[in-house]
C-alpha cells in the first residue's frame, strides 16, 4: 500500500516538474518576443528620425522640391485613399501595394508574396540605402521608410494645387518633438497651414520578424 502511495507522489512530482519547464519555456519565449519587438521598434525610430531630417533639409533648402514625387528617396508629395502599406489593410482588388522589397536580404519579396489579381498596383518604392538593405541596420533589423505628404495631389499646396490635411491650430514657435525625437534645432514654422507628412517605417528582424510604424508630423 505504501508502494502505491509512493508511485502515485512520484507521478505527481513527474507532472508537476514538467508543467514547470513548460511554464520556463513560454516565460523564455515571451520575453524573447518582447525583447524582438522592442529592438526592432528603436530601429524604426532611428529611421523615422532620418525621414524628419530628410524633410527639413528639403524644405529648409527649397520647400517647392517636396510639390512633386521623388520616388529615389522614398517621398511621394500625395497620398493614396486605397494605399495598403501592410498588404493586410484591405481586401479590394484596387489597394495599392508598397514595394517594401527584399530588406537585408531575408528572401522578402513583397510584392510577390500576394496574387497579381488581389491588387492594382505596387509602384510605391521606400528609401532602403544605398545598398538596398536598409537605411538603418542594428543587431539584425533593417528598416526603411517611405514618406507620403497628406494631399490628395501633387503641387503647390500653398497656391492651392494640392488639398492637404494641416495642423489644426498654429504651431507655437517652439521646437517639436515630444515624443523623444531629437530635434536638433527642427522647429515648427508657426504657420497653421503647413501639410501633414505620413512617415511609415517597416522593420525586418531576427527570425524574418516584422513590424511596421506610422508617425505624422508638420514643419
Not at 130 to 144: C, E, L, R, W, Y
Request: glycine letters at 10%; aromatic letters at 8%.
Amino acid at each position: 500500500m505504501v508502494l502505491i502511495y509512493a508511485l502515485i507522489v512520484l507521478v505527481a512530482m513527474m507532472l508537476a516538474g514538467v508543467a514547470l519547464v513548460r511554464s520556463v519555456n513560454t516565460g523564455s519565449q515571451i520575453a524573447g518576443n518582447v525583447g524582438f519587438r522592442q529592438d526592432a521598434v528603436a530601429t524604426a525610430d532611428r529611421a523615422t528620425q532620418m525621414a524628419i531630417d530628410l524633410l527639413y533639409d528639403k524644405l529648409e533648402a527649397l520647400p517647392e522640391s517636396l510639390d512633386a514625387d521623388i520616388p529615389s528617396i522614398g517621398y511621394y508629395a500625395s497620398v493614396d485613399d486605397d494605399l495598403d502599406p501592410t498588404g493586410n489593410g484591405l481586401a479590394a482588388n484596387t489597394r495599392k501595394l508598397i514595394d517594401w522589397g527584399d530588406v537585408a536580404g531575408s528572401g522578402d519579396d513583397f510584392c510577390k508574396a500576394f496574387p497579381d489579381s488581389s491588387y492594382a498596383t505596387c509602384d510605391y518604392t521606400p528609401n532602403a540605402g544605398a545598398d538596398g538593405k536598409g537605411v538603418v541596420v542594428v543587431n539584425g533589423n533593417a528598416a526603411s521608410y517611405i514618406v507620403f505628404r497628406m494631399c490628395d495631389v501633387a503641387g503647390s499646396h500653398a497656391s492651392g494645387v494640392a488639398k492637404c490635411a494641416t495642423q489644426t491650430t498654429a504651431a507655437v514657435n517652439e521646437c517639436q518633438g515630444a515624443i523623444n525625437y531629437e530635434n536638433e534645432g527642427h522647429c515648427a514654422t508657426g504657420g497653421a497651414s503647413t501639410p501633414l507628412y505620413r512617415i511609415l517605417v517597416r522593420t525586418v528582424g531576427a527570425r524574418n520578424t516584422v513590424s511596421y510604424t506610422e508617425t505624422v508630423v508638420h514643419f
